[in-house]
Each structure stands twice: as structure tokens, then as C-alpha cells.
């Protein structure tokens, strides 16, 4: 078997493990009480600190709430945040990259600049930013992710459109008297929403990171709901005599950012390039 097959089959074996951790990530947000052996907000002072096994297959943590059905119950609210804050970065960048693409030179050269200022500090860093000026909670942090997110779907948004908008079918719809946003939805659009959807499915592993870290730094979803990065940050405490209680979340957290990039890189492959700005 030649080596490029050798990789092949790698890829193709990736890929359907990314599809099974997915597919289980998928019924832990539908349906958790199929995966959760206990409710995850019920206490039990005697049972703390139990190591995983028997009832607790994840052990519990320092309430003896059992760590497995918090796992399974936080997959909401951290994906929420994750596919909310895509969505939202999509969204925006969509419209503000189909905008500069589009409109006057000098709108574009206007929103290009901004666009740069926000890209010269990190996504999480001005994540942060925005969560200290509109307050924590899991809406906040959406919308502060997405917000942070846009000026890179834009930049693709605008490099992806711009050879469309400058065709000659698009001259030629334009000489015809075609409107713009019939232009736009006919001519530019389907140039756009490929690779668009492409960085999408990897940009939601980012944001499900990001969410996490605001979340581990006290600024997300509020206990005691169960959320990855808010049991990180309980967990971290207790990792020399109960390894288990960030462990676990971490690894969920690793396991679905995985997932979603390796098949992120899957569909960029058959994808085309992402076009400078």
C-alpha cells in the first residue's frame, strides 16, 4: 500500500471517528438523560471525591455530584455557545464582507481598515473585552465570540466576492439593468457560502475553546449549571488528590474541538482557497 493511500485511509478513519464523537455529542445536548446516570445538580457530601467506578463511572467532585452526568448535561451550554457565536460571526461577517466587496471603494477601504484594528488584537482577547463592557453570563459570551469572529469571515467573505463581483456574467447582469441584490444573491452569494461554511465547521472548535476559557475564568454560564469550562475551573483545585473532576472535562472539550476540526480540514480540502483581502 503506497503512502498516499496509507494517508487516505488515515483521513477517511479520522474522519469517522469525528463523525461518532459528534453524533454522541449530538444526543448528550437532544436527549441527556439517555447518557446521564444522575440528575448532575444533586448533591451528596458523603459521596465527594469518589473515584471514578461502579455508580460513578466519572467519580465525583467535592459536592459528590457525579462528574459523568455533568459531562454529559454541560455539552448544551458549551455548545450553544460555540455553534451561537458562529452563527452570530457568520452572520455579521457575511453581510460587512458582502458589503465591502460591493458597495463604494470608499466604504471599502473604510470597513477593510476597521476590520484590520480588530484583527491586530486576538480573538479571545477581544472576546474579553466585550464581555467586561456588556457583563458575563452565556449570552454575553456568545455574543462577544461572535462579535470577536467577524472581521475573519469578513476579510474571507470580501476576497471570496470580489472576483464574482468583477466577472464578466456580473458586468454583464449590470449592463442588463439587474439590480445589485439580485446580482449579489445570483452571481456573488454562491461564490461565497463554500468556503464560508468550510472555515465555519473549524471557527466552532475555536469558539467552543474560547467559550470555555471566559467560562473557566468566571465569566460564562453561572453554577451551578454544569459547563466544560466552569468545571475546569472548579477542578483545578483538587487535580493532586482528585485528578478526575477537570480531567473529564477537559477531555470532552479536546475530543469535540478535535472532532470538528478534522472534519473542518475534511471539507477545506475539497474546498477552494481562502482569498486574500
Partial sequence: MSAGVRAREGRRVAVVIASGVLVVLAVAVAFP????PHPPDDTDVVAAFRPPGGAHPFGTDELGRDVLSRVVYGARPSLAIGLGATALGVLAGLVVGLLAATGPRLADRVLMRGLDVLLAFPELLLALLVV???????????????????????????????????????????VLGVRRPVIV?????????????????????????????????????????????????????????????????????????????????????????????
Fill in 33 to 36: 438523560g439517555l447518557l446521564a
Fill in 132 to 174: 467586561t463592557v456588556v457583563g458575563s453570563g452565556t449570552a454575553n459570551v456568545l455574543v462577544a465570540l461572535g462579535v470577536a469572529a467577524v472581521p475573519t469571515y469578513a476579510r474571507l467573505v470580501r476576497g471570496q466576492a470580489l472576483p464574482a463581483v468583477r466577472s464578466p456574467f456580473a458586468e454583464a447582469a449590470r
Fill in 185 to 277: 444573491l445570483r452571481h456573488v452569494l454562491p461564490h461565497v457560502t463554500g468556503p464560508l461554511l468550510v472555515l465555519a465547521t473549524v471557527g466552532t472548535g475555536t469558539a467552543v475553546i474560547s467559550g470555555s476559557a471566559l467560562s473557566f475564568l468566571g465569566l460564562g454560564t453561572p453554577p451551578p449549571t454544569a459547563e466544560w469550562g466552569s468545571m475546569l475551573s472548579d477542578g483545578r483545585e483538587f487535580l493532586a488528590t482528585a485528578w478526575w473532576t477537570a480531567t473529564f472535562p477537559g477531555l470532552a472539550i479536546v475530543a469535540v474541538v478535535l472532532s470538528v476540526t478534522v472534519l473542518g480540514r475534511s471539507l477545506r480540502a475539497g474546498a477552494p482557497g481562502e482569498a486574500g483581502a
